[in-house]
């Protein structure tokens, strides 16, 4: 009533050295929450029965099956095969009498951990009998052993437990791509020992390996990759693909975002406390950087404004009756207008050939004007483009007609 036999989940299984009084072959033995249950432990390897051809030695009809019951303590039962009294000893109900208890050594089911790309990962697996010298390796499953989606960031097949049901997995390499694999396990006592992936037949977890935060998942050529969020955008869900935009007139800094503090006000706005949004700057200040400031700190040098959004000095401009007189970028001189009057002398020469005589014909009158110039200084250059711009309207001819002089008489400040 009081032994104890175990297995280890994922490993081949037999129950050994069973004592007792006349035990003899063809006697059988399973596991069950109670015996004479209708229901036999669910993972036993084969039908769940086990016989003996000595009554104190127990295989299971195939003995290369491992045992895949849960983590867990259950009641080992016997029942004697007899052809005389009808116990076939093939269901649940004939194994009535208890020998004592079966010990399902190994991780504890539906265990799960999320880790992220280019940070470090590690695990506790929990469960029954562990031990420190345990091992792990990650498949895409551990009944098939396959190898195809192992990550590439593990950087090795096999991890010790370093204390008690710890395992450290490194730094999982931020170029690699998002997976879900097992992680298998093998026990350190058994038979078999740990140096073959098909010794690796108990999953001990689900591993889900997600893109870290600010990045989403992405399909390049048919393949699961990292992104991170583009600028102006943050992703806060690990490897679900949601990028969310950041706010009118908000942008982030750098790429790769993942939450939206991180989004601040474009150059030109200023983030307002009471309404909790970015504004424009008003007309004749500026903000030249991406911050949530709640002030636009630049301001247009005296007789200059801006229009309202403006980014930089380069976006002030004389105020309206004003022109600039430095042409330097960024630099203002602003001066009222001046006006002038203009005296314009016309000369028009006629050329007929060489057998009709050159006439010349001078005209003069006084024409006065009204125009705007920036400072008396500058009466040489108008009177150049003065007598230009009028040759143009009224279309003289380059070689004969043109304006003998347009002479700027006065100024009037």
């Not at 033995?29 to 009554?55: E, K």
């Not at 009808?86 to 504890?108: E, T």
């Not at 990962?121 to 551990?142: E, H, Q």
Request: charged share 20%; hydrophobic share 30%; proline share 4%.
């Amino acid at each position: 009533m009081g032994q104890e036999v175990s297995c280890f989940i994922g490993q081949p299984c037999s129950i050994q050295k069973i004592k007792g009084v006349r035990l003899i072959e063809g006697d059988r033995i399973t596991a069950q929450a109670f015996c004479g249950d209708i229901f036999i432990l669910d993972g036993l390897p084969g039908d769940g029965i086990a016989r003996s051809t000595d009554g104190h030695n127990f295989e299971f009809d195939d003995p290369t099956w491992s045992l895949a019951t849960t983590a867990g303590i259950s009641r080992l039962c016997w029942c004697r095969h007899s052809v005389h009294d009808g116990s076939s000893c093939a269901k649940g109900p004939d194994f009535i009498s208890q020998l004592g208890w079966f010990v399902s050594i190994g991780p504890s089911s539906e265990q799960s951990f999320v880790c992220r790309l280019g940070e470090h990962c590690t695990v506790n697996i929990k469960g029954i009998g562990l031990d420190m010298g345990d091992r792990i390796m990650a498949f895409d499953d551990c009944d098939s052993h396959q190898q195809r989606l192992v990550h590439s960031s593990l950087e090795r097949p096999l991890y010790s437990c370093t204390s008690s049901g710890v395992y450290d997995l490194g730094t999982l390499d931020l170029q690699s791509r998002p997976a879900r694999l097992e992680l298998c396990w093998c026990p350190s006592q058994g038979s078999q020992g740990c140096s073959k992936p098909q010794n690796f037949g108990a999953v001990a977890a689900e591993l889900f390996i997600r893109c870290p935060l600010g990045y989403f998942t992405a399909m390049i050529l048919g393949e699961e990759r990292c992104l991170p969020c583009a600028l102006g955008s943050f992703c806060p869900a690990q490897g679900a693909g949601t990028i969310v935009q950041c706010p009118a007139f908000a942008t982030t800094k750098q790429d790769g975002a993942s939450q939206e503090s991180q989004c601040e006000c474009l150059s030109g706005y200023r983030y307002d406390l009471v309404q909790k949004r970015c504004v424009s700057c008003s007309q004749g200040r500026f903000k030249q950087n991406v911050s949530n400031d709640v002030e636009c700190s630049g301001e247009c040098p005296a007789a200059t404004t801006s229009t309202r959004g403006a980014k930089g000095i380069q976006d002030c401009f004389c105020k309206e009756g004003f022109d600039n007189l430095n042409t330097l970028p960024g630099q203002f001189d602003c001066s009222a207008p001046f006006t002038a009057s203009a005296f314009l002398k016309f000369q028009s020469n006629d050329n007929r050939g060489d057998d009709v005589a050159k006439s010349h014909h001078t005209y003069r009158t006084d024409i006065t004007l009204e125009i705007p110039i920036a400072s008396e200084e500058m009466t040489p250059v108008m009177n150049a483009r003065l007598q230009a711009a009028l040759e143009e309207l009224l279309n003289f001819d380059d070689t004969s007609d043109k304006i003998g002089s347009a002479v700027l008489l006065s100024t009037d400040g």
